[in-house]
DNA sequence: TTGTATGCGTTATCAT
DNA sequence: ATGATAACGCATACAA
């Protein structure tokens, strides 16, 4: 009834059914405050019963404001994103912008491509843990407000974790439980995120006088953790912190297939919490409140994009440990590693 | 170097640095197979030169394609969404389209907004799992072209899953195990995708002769599944289809805390398949190919978007059981549920 | 308070 | 094969 053929009207359209000017009809829905109330009131009844909605595209090349916002991550099916995405999405839609999704597969040049593609559509950027090299990510800023999470870059605008805060607790809660040799799964040695979890297990672990060892997982996922297996249980730890949630999922996996139980053959912390107490057992971890990131990213955004001014702030989010279940003591004789089953009997 | 300021070049600066008219640089990039390909090839020396890159926004306003689609789901979080999103995404990006992405929170009023605000900047919508009235739908679809996922609207573009397929498998699974009695933990009631599992679920119970209760949960969530438990208990069931892999994850959880154990104490049968073997034990499942059914849904609207055509596709995915390690025979003796632990002694 | 006229960056129609 | 020019739908100086 309300739209009798396919087309949406025009402010044409609505103007001359309306008696007015379209001027007064683009103001009606832009600038109402310039109008009487009685204008407004009546061009807005024309406007709904013609189904009219303001053309945003025309709208975006007319103000230069596109009233989108574009969101980058490296991949969506990665755990930490869903509640990143979905909290900047909520944000992002308080604020009245649209927004665009781009999954770069990892893959820095995807990051790049996408990143140029899109930049006429949307009034600004989040990049969520960009693998992109700094020099291009400092190109694209200058072109749009950008804002990073996960990526500490100086003089841009970031969201960041507080990683040692919670792998400090995370490495003293095991040795006070105990352990004595720990090791920490990395993720993508080239991600800043990996870097820093790294750098903070290796301090809090020194400082507290424990050995740490370092294995890599070739990818941040369930395999790659699971992969990492074999060459965790070469050597003689007793517990271990992973890159992620994924990881640390995938090295219990791991450790099943080969009769090693958690915890009491070995302890396993995680990084994220993103995976709540849905492993078994549930999962000791450090949470990361990545939902809350996003919409501080957004709303980030949201107050360069009002303001105009181009602060370059450095949220940083407070992480803690939560302990569940996949930690405890380390079992007495910790000598016969390798074939803990038979080293228990 | 390439773009001495923040501005990206316009075509009319283009144009006059190669010394060609705005037409041609606008063919360059468009429909260079009008020109000399010496002059495409200038123009487009030039054009990298300065940096220049089509604006997207005025080309959508001129055409009238955005060259944009539109994916709204109704929880990005929910982990079916993840792998159809990203199976999506890279498809679009593919295609050479950019991809909207709307959260709706599974408020069916969010989608019509959602649907409305963002029409005029998208060729085309892809709408999965709609809470959205039939009406409604159709209203949106009369405008743009519209896929819908996991939704059966005779005359529009659909992508569906064979419920009835994989439901059946599991059943007559359980059957063949020697379960007589299973539960169906439901979805929320008003989603076209439960009413679904649920009647594929009664029609194979009753044609195997097993008896099977309905028991709800409210939302779709591991939270819900952990829920129904109680009213589960309450039956005499010793095999549980779950509305999806969540929910069944949930009920695990739920089973876990008062000690029943899973498979022994009660089979599990979760659908969707996106937890992968991350449950323990292992989840047994119907796989739905939730990837492809993105993907697929992609493909054809960009086929919708080429010809101009509105093929009113049915595609159905096939699904089918998994079976990994949440199913087992069930105890010998039945009788005294409720308190599981102590009829076992 | 409202109307008039111009421009946003591009494509498409019509010439040449 | 290329150029001139009018849309596309809206916002906004400027005028009234």
Redesign the pocket.
């Known amino acids: 009834m309300t739209t009798p053929k396919n087309r949406v009207p ?3 359209e609505v103007a001359s059914a309306a ?9 009606t ?3 109402p405050e ?3 109330p ?3 009131e009546r061009v807005r009844a024309v406007a709904a019963r013609l189904g ?4 945003q ?3 975006a ?4 404001r596109a009233g989108n916002i574009a969101l980058i991550v490296p991949d969506i099916a990665n755990p930490f994103f869903p509640p990143l995405i979905r909290a900047a999405q909520a944000r992002a839609d308080e604020a009245g912008y649209a927004v665009f999704l781009g999954d770069s597969d990892e893959k820095p040049e995807r990051e790049d491509i996408l990143l140029t593609k899109i930049a006429a559509q949307v009034d600004g950027f989040i990049l969520a843990s960009p693998r992109l090299d700094e020099q291009r990510v400092r190109v694209h800023a200058a072109r749009r407000p950008l804002i990073l999470i996960n990526r500490d870059i100086e003089g841009l605008p970031r969201v960041l974790m507080d990683v040692d805060a919670g792998i400090t607790q995370a490495i003293a809660h095991l040795a006070e439980l105990g352990h004595r040799h720990i090791a920490y799964v990395s993720g993508p040695p080239a991600s800043w995120a990996n870097q820093q979890r790294q750098k903070a297990a290796v301090k809090a672990a020194k400082r507290l006088g424990l050995t740490l060892v370092a294995i890599p997982a070739n990818h941040p996922t369930y395999q790659g953790g699971q992969a990492a297996v074999p060459e965790l249980l070469r050597t003689d730890v007793t517990a271990t912190v992973a890159f992620d949630d994924l990881v640390a999922q995938g090295i219990m996996a791991g450790l099943a297939e080969r009769g090693v139980q958690v915890p009491r053959d070995m302890s396993i912390v995680g990084f994220d919490d993103v995976l709540a107490a849905r492993t078994y057992p549930p999962l000791t971890t450090v949470a990361a409140h990545c939902a809350e990131a996003g919409a501080r990213a957004v709303e980030l955004l949201g107050e360069i994009l009002q303001s105009g001014r181009h602060p370059t702030a450095r949220v940083v989010i407070p992480t803690e440990l939560v302990v569940r279940a996949t930690t405890s003591q380390p079992r007495r004789r910790q000598a016969g590693r390798g074939k803990p089953l038979a080293a228990a009997s």
Chains 1, 2 share one sequence.
């Open positions: 025009t402010i044409t008696g007015v000017s379209r001027a007064t009809v683009s103001r829905f832009s600038r310039l109008l009487t009685e204008t407004t009219y909605v303001p053309n595209v025309a709208r090349l007319s103000t230069g």
